[in-house]
């Protein structure tokens, strides 16, 4: 098997020698390596002035090579460094990776010596400390479809160090077009800045189109009337092969943008197909189908769409879903059936009793609904599921329904359940309960805070698709595109199947639903190379007949086609790698078109690890579950696939005192630190378990993580200012009252599930914090039947604008200037404006409001937890200045009061007692000591029982709020989030 490790087809030594006598040149000229062009020119002052003052290390070339075999794209990327200065500097490689592709190869080569990765399995130890990788069931992901791969690494000083990084991905075809995406974002002026991309097909290719640099969010799939080409864009198109090349130099660089984010490099096209059984490859053993048929009457739908209402989606979002609702309104066929839901904490039905046909009339009442859309409140996705689930289904088995229609939920949602059931796996078993297989559900998340592992597993078990829009994204264009890719059923119920005995090992052939301009494509492995020919049958039906397509497929004349499709692909390779440039990056031209003899294989090979990842989620038992991760591990291995199930191991380099480069260290590359994947299905995270990593010298790990937002990072300071004024554990109030010289304790006993007012001053201030509560069971021996904590714990601000910030055990989200997640587990200050977020990573938050009101958040983390532990938070007013006099809650109403203690003489037996008079209320408490900050401190205080009845204004339910953005003031009013 050949593996992508063979892409340095050359040894080490010989790369070293390589590297000297390309980089031989003068390095003490500092620019001397910036106008590299062929053509003699000029170089702008003000481009030499940006060079010159860059402190971290240079660029010199920036070389990308992809080749599309029959929509397979292999994509190689040479990055050479240099670091002009005399000391060692951090280099850093960064490149964004689509996020259905898979890495298959990292090398780097400093000092002249290889450092090649390994992927190796990953184990249940490294699966949450050692991924720098954000597991998208998380919601810390972004929903972006690209990841950001990062390497950092010492280079000597007056040295250079390359990086090498492959990847493999299947193109999609949607809308009638594959589309290729290429990030190019150095973050610097690059001296040789080149993409390649050849595509050669079996079909003569159609329709082929390079957009502007994109440079923003995705807005979906339209193609603009008359793109205009970047810069320097070449395109040559000869009937199945094409070449596109971008070559700016560093002045046509600097003038797109001068911070080296030029944006994505985007390439549409599409390939000419007949109307039968597909295109068939056959080559070395495998074969890959491609189905597309086209011209077929568009089969009638029933659809339902259950769209979010709540608190979070206002703004923006909402609007930006209206827009996009009342497109596709425009969009539905006379033959199809539909409806409204909206939820929030509340399932509203637009019309309860049924779908119904378009018709002008019902158009006009649908807008009406969804522009009278209001958000509010929490997000109950487990009733909003049902109702539509039973609403579609009880339409299904009715006589009004046409017995071929395509049936299907288009669920939007841009939050995590809060309302109802709560719990995942809850919700997943009462969806498939509902759906009884009947029809398909599609599920679209918006923004970062999105429980994308639910959405994803609840489209996965209900035979349909999960799109993910980003938060700044155009929300309306992109539910747009994603309706606009299902809009239109062609065929439904697929079933393709090939001789019994000549193939093993197919992968998914059955298909629920084919819409217009989408593709399936199915690989297998033949049984017997010497067989004549395959039988094909695909059975499918479309509107009101069902349609049978056979044929028998000649194995060795498809071969013979597939090897000369090859040739002609490795050739127009080996034409590209002739043009002046580096020798590294011409050995990987020439490396990926060795790989290219082996694509079917490949495409099977990427398919089926798909396949397994799928299968686990669906997995219904724990030994099915183990199957199919032990099957798509072997074949992760195999190719050498960084998948959520492998990790990717490279040796660090080090650099000495002296600025040179260590010896070669003893410990071999499995050794070092692992890196999982997560551009793919995530893999599950172990309650609980925290366990550390096992780092050893000589190792690195790169990150393959997802940008979480225009965050600008910087040590956070550990010396924090905490008061005693705190609500912690079980949760156990204390109360500092500093006029009074007195601190005063209480506990809340409450539910799991409740929300409680800590300080409410949202009309003054504009400063609202809420703590949800979580249960646990009491530990052995203990006279209580159930404890409580903090599992999550809101700020919301109002002034100077909205923002709001909400903390867990494992991340923070901070909504103001920008949408961002942070992790707990690091160490980051962010300054938003409204809000400044500083994390001590595993310890604590701190949040500052106007810079006179600041909370600290502990951190409560078990590495090994008992049965009645959970992790938990700490909630300590640190500094209550900019909080006014009329703030209220649970601790905010006693900022500014003062109290007074006195003693109830004793009464026959009885010892005298103490009371607190409180706001002309006496209250009973008792002398008690309280452990505060982790326990790293002890405090006396007057403890109040019952709840801390007659302490506090009114009784416990009084401060129970009904979401966790709930900002209503005492007594209660009516401002809301």
């Not at 609500?727 to 204390?734: I, K, L, N, R, Y």
């Not at 809340?748 to 009309?763: A, F, T, Y």
Request: hydrophobic share 35%; charged share 20%.
């Amino acid at each position: 098997m050949l593996l992508l490790s063979l892409l340095l087809c050359f040894s080490p030594t010989a790369l070293g020698q390589l590297e000297e006598s390309q980089f031989g040149d003068d390095i003490d000229s500092e620019l001397a390596d910036f106008d590299l062009d062929i053509a003699p020119r000029r170089v702008p002052r003000q481009v030499k002035t940006l060079l010159s003052k860059e402190t971290k290390p240079h660029i010199q070339e920036l070389s990308i090579k992809t080749t599309i075999i029959s929509r397979y794209a292999f994509t190689a990327v040479h990055c050479a460094m240099l670091n002009r200065h005399s000391a060692a500097a951090e280099g850093v490689f960064q490149f964004q990776i689509p996020a259905g592709a898979y890495i298959s190869n990292f090398t780097m080569i400093i000092g002249g010596r290889v450092y090649q990765s390994e992927v190796t399995p990953k184990g249940k130890r490294v699966k949450q400390e050692n991924s720098k990788a954000r597991n998208k069931e998380s919601g810390d992901a972004s929903p972006e479809e690209v990841e950001v791969f990062r390497m950092a690494a010492s280079i000597p000083g007056r040295n250079r160090a390359v990086f090498l990084l492959t990847y493999e991905e299947l193109l999609q075809r949607r809308l009638g077009r594959y589309e290729l995406v290429t990030s190019l974002r150095p973050l610097q002026l690059v001296s040789r800045l080149s993409l390649d991309v050849t595509i050669v097909d079996h079909s003569p290719v159609t329709d082929l189109q390079v957009l502007p640099l994109r440079n923003g969010r995705s807005t979906g799939t339209k193609t603009p009337a008359k793109p205009e080409l970047p810069v320097t864009t070449v395109i040559k198109n000869e009937k199945n092969v094409c070449k596109i090349t971008f070559s700016p130099n560093i002045v046509q660089q600097a003038k797109i943008t001068t911070n080296g984010i030029l944006g994505d490099f985007v390439i549409r096209y599409d390939v000419q197909r007949d109307m039968g059984i597909g295109d068939i490859q056959v080559l070395n053993g495998h074969f890959v189908h491609y189905f597309a048929p086209k011209d077929l009457p568009v089969v009638p739908k029933n659809v339902v769409f259950v769209i979010d209402t709540s608190a979070s989606m206002l703004g923006t979002k909402i609007r930006q879903t209206k827009d996009a609702l009342f497109t596709i309104l425009r969009d539905l066929r006379p033959g199809d059936r539909f409806n409204f839901i909206s939820f929030s904490n509340r399932i509203k039905v637009w019309q309860p009793n049924s779908l119904v046909s378009v018709t002008p009339l019902n158009i006009r009442d649908a807008k009406k609904f969804i522009y009278m859309l209001v958000p509010n409140g929490g997000t109950n996705i487990d009733d909003a599921i049902q109702t539509g689930s039973n609403l579609l289904r009880d339409y299904v088995s009715s006589p009004d329904a046409s017995p071929n229609s395509v049936s299907l939920i288009i669920f939007l949602t841009d939050g995590r359940p809060t309302v109802g059931e709560i719990q995942s796996t809850a919700i997943l078993g009462n969806t498939r309960s509902a759906v009884q297989e009947k029809f398909c559900i599609f599920t679209i998340g918006i923004g970062n805070d999105v429980d994308y592992r639910l959405l994803e597993r609840m489209a996965l078990e209900n035979c349909g698709m999960m799109r993910r829009i980003n938060e700044d994204a155009d929300a309306s264009a992109m539910l747009k595109g994603f309706y606009d890719e299902i809009g239109t059923p062609l065929l439904s119920d697929i079933r393709i199947n090939y001789t019994e005995d000549s193939v093993q090992y197919v992968t998914q052939h059955l298909f629920t639903n084919y819409f217009n301009g989408s593709e399936i494509v199915i690989a297998g492995k033949l049984s017997n190379q010497s067989t004549e020919s395959l039988h094909v049958q695909v059975t499918a039906s479309n509107n009101d007949r069902s349609i049978v397509l056979e044929t028998d497929v000649p194995l060795r004349h498809r071969q013979t086609e597939t090897e000369k499709h090859v040739k002609a692909a490795m050739a127009a390779m080996a034409v590209g790698a002739k043009t002046p440039g580096s020798g590294v990056a011409e050995g990987l031209g020439v490396a990926l078109g060795s790989i290219a003899e082996e694509f079917v294989e490949r495409v099977w090979g990427f398919l089926s690890v798909k396949d397994g990842l799928r299968s686990r989620l669906r997995s219904q038992t724990s030994k099915e579950r183990e199957d199919h991760i032990q099957q798509a591990t072997n074949l992760s291995m195999t190719y050498h696939f960084l998948t959520p199930l492998t990790n990717l191991v490279v040796e660090k380099p080090e650099v000495l005192a002296d600025g040179s480069m260590a010896p070669a260290p003893t410990i071999p590359p499995s050794a070092g630190e692992a890196v999982s994947a997560a551009n793919d299905l995530p893999d599950d995270a172990e309650d609980g378990k925290q366990e550390k990593p096992n780092r050893r010298p000589g190792s690195q790990t790169s990150s393959l993580s997802n940008k979480i937002g225009k965050v600008e990072r910087r040590l956070a300071k550990k010396s924090i200012t905490f008061s005693k004024t705190s609500a912690d554990g079980d949760p156990h109030f204390v109360v500092e009252f500093p006029l009074s010289k007195l601190t005063v304790c209480f506990n809340i006993n409450g539910e799991p599930g409740h929300i409680l007012r800590l300080v409410s001053d949202h009309k003054h201030s504009g400063v609202t914090v809420n703590g949800k509560l979580i249960g646990a069971p009491a530990p052995p021996g203990s006279h209580k039947q159930q404890r409580t904590y903090f599992s999550t714990i809101t700020i919301v601000v109002d002034h100077p604008r909205r923002a709001y910030i909400e903390v867990t055990p494992k991340k923070v989200i901070l909504d103001g200037r920008d949408r961002m997640v942070l992790p707990c587990h690091s160490t980051v200050a962010v300054d938003s404006g409204a809000l400044s977020v500083s994390v001590v990573g595993k310890s604590n938050v701190t949040v500052t409001v106007g810079g006179n009101i600041a909370f600290v958040i502990l951190l409560h983390q078990y590495k090994n937890p008992a049965p009645y532990q959970r992790d938990h938070l700490g909630f300590y007013i640190s500094n209550s200045k900019g909080l006014s006099h009329n703030c209220h809650g649970l601790l905010g109403q006693f900022l500014y009061e003062e109290v007074g203690l006195a003693e109830l003489p004793a009464q026959g037996d009885m010892k005298p007692s103490a009371v607190l008079k409180v706001k002309e209320r006496s209250v009973p408490v008792v002398q008690k000591s309280r452990r505060i900050y982790s326990g790293t401190q002890s405090v006396d205080c007057w403890f109040a029982r019952n709840n801390a009845a007659k302490l506090i204004d009114g009784q416990y339910e009084d401060y129970l709020t009904s979401n966790m953005f709930d900002t209503e003031d005492w007594p209660h009013g009516t401002n809301r989030v």
